[in-house]
């Protein structure tokens, strides 16, 4: 199966900063990659989807880049309601895997 | 617009069979892929398995032995069977419409606690 890591685990920030966090494939997955923020027990909310494709209704501070085996997702300037758990997640393949996620926290 | 929500038992025993269902609103099943996926606490997602409304599916290697995806078109459900479970089972258990293979929409979660 693919493996994907995301780094940091955590990341500590403060309201207006610009944040990038990272996931690697452990091989060549194109641009079928989606990036998903998670707040404490809700499901997960589709970001971005082929690596770099903003979802309907999700500000346009949040991006996306990448291809291939490494990607970021960027939020440009912190809002409070920012603060979550982000994955990425791949669907190169008929075996979805997904990163262990980054805990964005507030310094 | 579309909704989800999962159905089903909130304890299973170990060795038994865990059965979820999901039924889908504001929208037909049909011509889309639907995915189950799990998230055991403090942990990430795990994608179980798809199945695309013509009865195709796709599961998890690690899970497949275990998995069966059902679909029901006339009652805009599909279903999650896990036989023999085990306590590492234990977990939120989300459905989801996959859209060219990213998840877009999410069902609420229904929580699966593995015990006796």
């Known amino acids: 199966d693919i493996q994907m890591t995301q780094s940091p685990s955590t990341l500590s920030a403060s309201v207006g900063d610009r944040v990038t966090i990272t996931c690697r494939a452990s091989q060549n997955i194109s641009n079928w990659l989606a990036w998903y923020q998670q707040r404490p027990g809700k499901a997960p909310k589709l970001l971005m989807y082929k690596a770099s494709s903003l979802e309907s209704g999700v500000p346009s501070r949040f991006s996306g880049s990448g291809s291939g085996t490494e990607f970021t997702l960027t939020i440009s300037s912190l809002q409070p309601d920012d603060f979550a758990t982000y994955y990425c997640?791949?669907?190169?393949?008929?075996?979805?895997?997904f990163g262990q996620g980054t805990r964005l926290e507030i310094k | 617009q579309v909704q989800l929500l999962e159905s089903g038992p909130g304890l299973v025993k170990p060795s038994e069979t865990l059965s979820l269902t999901c039924t889908v609103s504001?929208?037909?099943?049909?011509?889309?892929?639907w995915s189950w996926i799990r998230q055991p606490a403090g942990k990430g997602p795990e994608w179980i398995g798809r199945m695309y409304s013509s009865g195709d599916t796709n599961y998890n290697p690690f899970l497949k032995s275990r998995v069966t995806m059902s679909l029901d078109t006339a009652k805009n459900q599909f279903s999650l069977k896990l036989k023999s479970v085990t306590a590492a089972d234990t977990a939120v258990y989300y459905c989801?419409?996959?859209?060219?293979?990213?998840?877009?929409?999410w069902g609420q979660g229904t929580v699966v606690t593995v015990s006796s």
């Open positions: 989801a419409r996959t859209y060219w293979g990213s998840f877009d929409i």
């Open positions: 997640h791949q669907y190169n393949n008929d075996a979805y895997t």
């Open positions: 504001g929208g037909s099943i049909s011509s889309y892929y």
